[in-house]
């Protein structure tokens, strides 16, 4: 696996990371034009409230962001390792392959058969 074989793979992973936060995202969208135009109403709890939730939401929003990138490092990291193992013992990489490949046909036709 080539370089550029690694960065695709890493971007593949990032892109599912991301379209799996997205909905996190627009949620906190939805919640922020909530907050604008509750903003209006003037009430002063209502104002603490939604104060609480504006610095809420910027938590989360760093959080989900901080997340994201750590998955996307975590993947192309596992790639990297995959693909020097994979280069280094070609063999055993081989083996693990047909192992697994083994153990899941067996449990596919065991299920099969229940």
């Known amino acids: 696996m080539n370089s550029d074989t ?31 135009r509750v903003t209006p109403l003037g009430d002063a709890e209502l104002a603490r409230m939604r104060s609480k939730v504006e610095t809420s939401l910027k938590t989360a929003r760093k959080a989900t962001d901080r997340q994201v990138k750590q998955a996307v490092q975590i993947s192309s990291k ?24 083994l153990a899941l046909g067996s449990l596919l036709m065991s299920r099969r058969e229940s």
């Open 6 to 36: 690694i960065d695709a793979a890493a971007d593949v992973a990032a892109g599912a990371v991301e379209s799996g936060s997205s909905q996190l995202r627009k949620f906190f969208d939805d919640v922020e034009e909530l907050l604008r």
């Open 78 to 101: 596992a790639a990297r390792a995959t693909d020097d193992f994979v280069r280094e013992s070609p063999w055993k990489a081989i083996g693990i392959a047909a192992i697994t490949a």
